[in-house]
């Protein structure tokens, strides 16, 4: 029980605050199934939800403040409606929450005052989205506390507006789309021009299979100004190819596209505009129960990600080859790159065995010891009780 997530926010609310929560509310994180760095560029994702969670125990302040405890700091962070509503006032991670308030008051809520004890299994900064499920467990508890009049389609723009506003990161809504509408059971597929959203089936379950991911713990390198590089590079791509987004270059019109770029971009949208076009793979497999059979997308996707969009690092792509060879579908880096996480699709039952060879192979080249979890696709935010 001591270990247990929601016990220990519990916990925590008690001893910080004495007295009980009024409830609990929870927050998964997420993983990208397949579409990587297409959402800038108007295209395709299809992440889905973890079953590892941010957990939030709250009651109402009657004082109009908010208190806020983690047990990743022993501080606990107090901040009222001035510092709410000027962004930058509450710093740190205490960010992340200031932001929800923020973002809620700014959209004509009338936000109360809340005590919130906060407790995570969620890896902080791997690229599993803690900072989503941190938004969205404090959203869905100031949501009822407050019985504010926001229906669950609205959250996800309001978390990401937290994030880009007050936090200031810049980030898309992937994230916060999956760990709020995801689905146990299911992949969420995003379009990220319309944020149309459809629940795919993907239940690895059902059919004997698992998702191992596996954290690099590679050191970042220069991510911010490569991951920025890239972003210009396909938007210069665009305005080149006279298109609003390189999601509006046709796969059948791409050679001729290609053909009109310097070898580095041409290598750069040749990334993007196939990997969208994996997602529609992936998701037409998916709806046809095909699941094993999306194996070769997922490693085409890494294939493209280390040669054409050269985002990947050593570590990572040891971890994949090592994966599919102990037996993997299929195996690709997740998230931006420079570092993050490997996901690979196998058999339930073989996943031990493909995390042993994983670490094993990390051994043989030096590299520290990865983090391993296998995972089937959870529900999205919700009150537990
Ligand atoms: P990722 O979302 O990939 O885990 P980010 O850098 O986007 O990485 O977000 C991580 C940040 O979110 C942390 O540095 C911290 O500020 C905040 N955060 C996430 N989870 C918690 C938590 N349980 N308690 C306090 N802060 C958290
Ligand atoms: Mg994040």
Not at 59 to 85: H, I, K, N, Q, T
Not at 162 to 182: K, L
Not at 280 to 307: C, F, K, Q, Y
Request: aromatic share 6%.
């Amino acid at each position: 029980m001591g270990n247990d997530v929601a016990a220990r926010a519990t916990a925590g609310f008690r001893q910080r605050y004495g007295g009980e929560p009024a409830g609990r509310w929870a927050a998964p994180g997420r993983v990208n199934l397949i579409g990587e760095h297409t959402d800038y560029n108007d295209g395709f994702v299809l992440p889905f939800a973890l079953p590892l969670r941010t957990v939030v125990a709250a009651a109402v302040a009657d004082d109009g403040r908010w208190s806020v405890w983690s047990e990743l700091d022993d501080e606990p962070v107090e901040f009222g409606p001035a510092e709410a509503d000027e962004p930058g006032r509450v710093d740190g991670w205490a960010a992340y929450v200031a932001g929800v308030v923020w973002a809620l008051r700014a959209a004509g809520h009338t936000v109360p005052g809340a005590r919130l004890a906060i407790a995570s299994d969620v890896p902080v900064g791997s690229g599993l989205s803690s900072s989503a499920a941190i938004e969205a467990a404090v959203l869905a508890a100031l949501v009822e506390l407050g019985s504010l009049d926001l229906p669950a389609e609205r959250w996800p723009r309001l978390a990401q507006r937290a994030e880009n506003d007050y936090v200031g990161a810049p980030t898309g809504i992937m994230d916060q789309s999956a760990v709020i509408r995801g689905r146990s059971g299911h992949a969420l597929f995003l379009d990220c021009r319309t944020e149309a959203v459809e629940q795919i089936p993907f239940d690895l379950g059902a059919a004997g299979l698992a998702v191992l991911v596996i954290d690099s713990r590679a050191p970042h390198r220069h991510a911010d100004g490569e991951y920025a590089a890239r972003r210009k590079s396909c938007e210069r791509a665009a305005k080149a190819l006279g298109v609003a987004a390189l999601r509006d270059v046709a796969t059948g019109d791409l050679d001729a596209a290609l053909a009109r770029l310097d070898d580095e971009t041409r290598r750069r949208v040749r990334h993007v505009v196939t990997e969208d076009q994996r997602v529609l793979d992936t998701v037409e497999l998916l709806r046809a129960g095909r699941i094993r059979d999306i194996g070769p997308l997922l490693t085409a996707s890494h294939a493209s990600m280390r040669d054409d969009f050269e985002i990947t690092v050593p570590e990572i792509d040891t971890a994949v080859e090592a994966a599919l060879a102990a037996g993997a579908y299929g195996a690709r880096m997740t998230g931006g790159g420079f570092g993050g996480c490997v996901l690979a699709l196998v058999d339930a039952d073989a996943a031990d065995a493909v995390a042993a060879a994983v670490t094993a192979a990390y051994a043989d080249r030096g590299f520290a010891a990865p983090g391993t979890l296998t995972v089937l696709p959870a529900g999205g935010a919700t009150r537990l009780d």
